[in-house]
Structures are given as C-alpha cells and as structure tokens.
C-alpha cells in the first residue's frame, strides 16, 4: 500500500503563487511515475502535470509557464509549485503515484482545495 498526503492548499488573490506538496510513504519506488490533478466544482477530473521516475515531466496547455512540477526521492515528496494563479485554476488538486511493483496501480492523495479569488 502507499499512502499520499497533500498539503499547501489554501486561498490565494489572483496572480499569487501556492507550493503544494504531497508526501508518500509505504511501498513505494523512485521509478514510480507521479502528477498532480484537479477537479473543479462541475468537471471531471483532469491532468494538471506529469514526472516520470527519470525526472521528465509533462505539462497540460493551460499550466505551461506557470506550473513547475519536481520530485524529491530523498524526502518522499512531490511538489507542485504554481505561479501568475488564475481564478480558473479554482479546483481541488490531487497526487497521484503509480506504482511499479505488481501489481501496477494508482494511489492517489485527499486533495486539497486551491482558491483563486480578490
């Protein structure tokens, strides 16, 4: 099992920036593929950012150039850094870790809500 758990969310004015991070532990791997997701009031679920257990990461259009995605094997810990916030950006946003070992699996965090709003 592996358990994640996000934290940094919070209200923010628009334009601000937020550093959400979410830590792992359990039976985890640093070839474990992660992301962040968000899901606003209405919508489905959706891709915010993407880091492979090589490092290489993966941005949805709407992020590019604001959002910075890193991982920490050391510390267990993934982070979502989000620069220039937009009210848009309103959603609750969740970790997700895919598991290598067999079987392979999602785990995903609690979420934790993002406000963007004067």
């Known amino acids: 099992q592996v358990q994640l758990v996000e934290s940094g969310g919070g209200l923010v004015q628009p334009g601000g920036s937020l550093r959400l991070s979410c830590a792992a532990s359990?039976?985890?791997?640093?070839?474990?593929?992660m992301g962040w997701y968000r899901q606003a009031p209405g919508k489905q679920r959706e891709l915010v950012a993407s880091?492979?257990?090589?490092?290489?990461?993966n941005y949805a259009d709407f992020v590019k150039g604001r959002f910075t995605i890193s991982r920490d094997d050391a510390e267990n810990t993934m982070y979502l850094q989000m620069n220039s916030l937009k009210p848009e950006d309103t959603a609750v946003y969740y970790c997700?870790?895919?598991?290598?070992?067999?079987?392979?699996?999602?785990?995903w965090g609690q979420g934790t809500q993002v406000t963007v709003s004067s």
């Open positions: 880091i492979s257990g090589g490092g290489n990461t």
């Open positions: 997700n870790r895919r598991s290598t070992f067999w079987p392979p699996r999602d785990f």
């Open positions: 359990g039976r985890i791997s640093v070839a474990d593929p």
